[in-house]
Nanobody
Framework: QVQLVESGGGLVQAGGSLRLSCAAS????????MGWFRQAPGKEREFVAA???????YYADSVKGRFTISRDNAKNSVYLQMNSLKPEDTAVYHC???????????????WGPGTQVTVSS
């Protein structure tokens, strides 16, 4: 089992920045691929960004150039720096862990409860 806890969400004006953090505990040897997903009210959960232990990164087209994922393997943590935020970025952001390199939510075995990000116009 892997437990994930996100932090860093909040309310920010459009154009602003936030940095999300996610700390993993438990069987952290399973944290090969760590990713961020988001879910807005009435919408499906969507992929945002992910990163392997060897620093290979993936980004959704909607966040490329604005968001940066990073991770600290020694701390079993992953981060999401979000710049130039837009109202459409408003969602609950979840951290997740997978054993394979994937952007598909159903291939992620462990999920955090999420942190709310609200971007006002």
């Amino acid at each position: 089992q892997v437990q994930l806890v996100e932090s860093g969400g909040g309310l920010v004006q459009a154009g602003g920045s936030l940095r999300l953090s996610c700390a993993a505990s438990g069987r952290t040897s399973s944290t090969y691929f760590m990713g961020w997903f988001r879910q807005a009210p009435g919408k499906e959960r969507e992929f945002v960004a992910a990163m392997s232990r060897s620093s290979i990164t993936y980004y959704a087209d909607s966040v490329k150039g604005r968001f940066t994922i990073s991770r600290d393997n020694a701390k079993n943590s992953v981060y999401l720096q979000m710049n130039s935020l837009k109202p459409e970025d408003t969602a609950v952001y979840h951290c997740a862990v997978a054993n394979v390199a994937t952007v598909k939510p159903y291939e992620y075995a462990y999920w955090g409860p999420g942190t709310q990000v609200t971007v006002s116009s």
